[in-house]
């Protein structure tokens, strides 16, 4: 099988938020089992211990492991305005894998004991009004004061506030899929000074790149840089390479902003539940940023990777989730054509309150 591609498409009233069958990115979660979502622990930034919002879930089942009949893939990633990413990463992106045996019969609207801000279990209801449920007191806090529910609680609205809760969240679209095309475009848009020298004939011929002597005189750069432009021409709307059902024999799939900092198959770490190997599941493009509101603006990727079991196993779920293997790349800074410098974020809304009245 081809490698599948994702594309955002905006979404309509006809959307089933309750489908899990429907990929997509932004919004609140809407899990595999709606009455066991999990705990807010699992979903908080190891840098700043916040609850993380969700970046996208995937539907991606295997029909070939009889408990994954059905199975989603949860991306977080931490809602400050690029604090934490500038810190690693590595503790600001989380995986949660769900899966099961059958369908689960659902409703639409189910999901009353997650929290309506982050969408983890939910023990904590309005004591007042009742009908909005929270992780924690800190999300109750939030949604008071700047999630509309201190205007919509006890009033005959049914206590949502869903439109100023939105800017909890990213922005919701749906993820539909298609197959990568099989062969490159015409070489076009490749800069022929930006041919790195490392690069052979045969190499760039794969690439449909005919070299001239110049070229090779010329260059410096990324040889993994130029494959990945190269390869996204094919469809430059995707935001997520799929590569799970990549059949064995077609090689490494692995796209790769740069030479540095990628992650060898040999360190891939195993799945904690059954000690088996983990393989790259999906690719999570740089394209995805522009979408994502302000937080785009100040953060940035150069590709997120996700490694999954295998087996996709039943021993690595706690509670229902297993916790799958994130690998952040950086955008190079010697490739050639990203820009790199994120403008600093703005001041919390609190910080800069208490600037203003310092000023009187
Ligand atoms: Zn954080
Ligand atoms: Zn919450
Ligand atoms: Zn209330
Ligand atoms: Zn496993």
Known sequence: MPIDLGFLEPIDDTFDFSD???????????????TSPPTVDRIRCGECNQPMRQLFQMYAPDDEVEGAYERLLHVFVCGTAGACQRAGWTKSVKVLRAQCAEALERERGEGKESCVVCGSKAPFRCAQCSKASYCSKEHQALDWKEGGHKGAC???SDGTATETRQKFMF?????????EPTEDKPLKNVKIEEIPQTMDESELAQMGIKPSKETYQKTEGDRFFLKFQRRLERDPDQ????TRNVEEGEG?????LSEHNRLEKKDVKNCEGCGGERTLELQLLPTVLSHLGE?????????????SCDKTCEESLKDGYAEELVWHQEVSKEGVGYATDKPEPPKKQAEQKEEDEDEE
């Open 20 to 34: 899990i069958t429907l990929s997509r990115l932004g919004g609140l979660p809407q899990w595999l089992n709606p």
């Open 154 to 156: 006890n009033s005959n």
């Open 171 to 179: 922005p919701l679209m749906e993820v539909v899929s298609d197959a």
């Open 239 to 242: 935001i997520l390479r799929y």
């Open 252 to 256: 490494d799939v692995t796209l790769w």
């Open 295 to 307: 937080w785009g603006l100040y953060n940035d990727w150069g590709l997120i990777n996700i490694y």
